[in-house]
């Protein structure tokens, strides 16, 4: 089955350092939230997170939920053809189980990620819907052991949705990142047997996820 990974992606609660921020502490007031189980929001806590480790990649959670969105509406995964794996930036890992249908409102996908970030696992009707799990992004490649890796990135060689859809095997693993700005880690990218640049242009997750999708079904449903 073909695995799909976001990796390093800006999904995390509000890092103890920034929890007594005023912009964190205003926010938490408001919506009546404890600070260590909000999700980490540049839209919100844009004043905190100035400077921090790592701040171009950090402190957005939408980006995850638009490409989970594109994911979970795709006939590859309501075929039970793609399995999804999480990678965030403090290497934790959320499993997606199957048939999940997330919520398309951004504020109720919001309150699904902070209890799952409190409770480590959603379930419905006896249904797993997902499971966070702390875990590197090497020692997930190790659970999957993939045929072969496929990053996606701006650096790699130039190629298009087509082309790298027809080279994608039934046991392999895409990777794309789950961030806004910036590119792969070296240790992320180290482990990729190959690195594809799908357009000239610099393409939203879900847009890029959506297309590679789609070509892909074409290789295998047509």
Known sequence: MLTLILAESSLETIPSELQNHPSVTSYCKRFRKKSNEVLLDNSWHFGAMKGIENEIKRGRPDITHLALLAICSSPLYQEKKIRVFIHTINNQVITLGDQVRLPKSYHRFQGVIEKLFKEKKTV?????????????????????NPEKIIGFSTEGSDSTFEKSAKTITDNSC???????????????????????????????????????????????FM
């Open 124 to 144: 419905l009707s006896d249904s797993q819907l997902m499971e966070l799990e702390d875990m590197t992004f090497e020692e997930l490649l190790n659970k999957i």
């Open 174 to 220: 895409i990777v794309i990142g789950g961030f806004q700005k910036g590119h792969f880690s070296d240790h992320i990218k180290n482990k990729f047997n190959q690195i594809e640049k799908l357009s000239p242009n610099s393409l939203e997750t879900h847009v890029i996820l959506s297309r590679l999708i789609y070509e892909y079904e074409k290789t295998i």
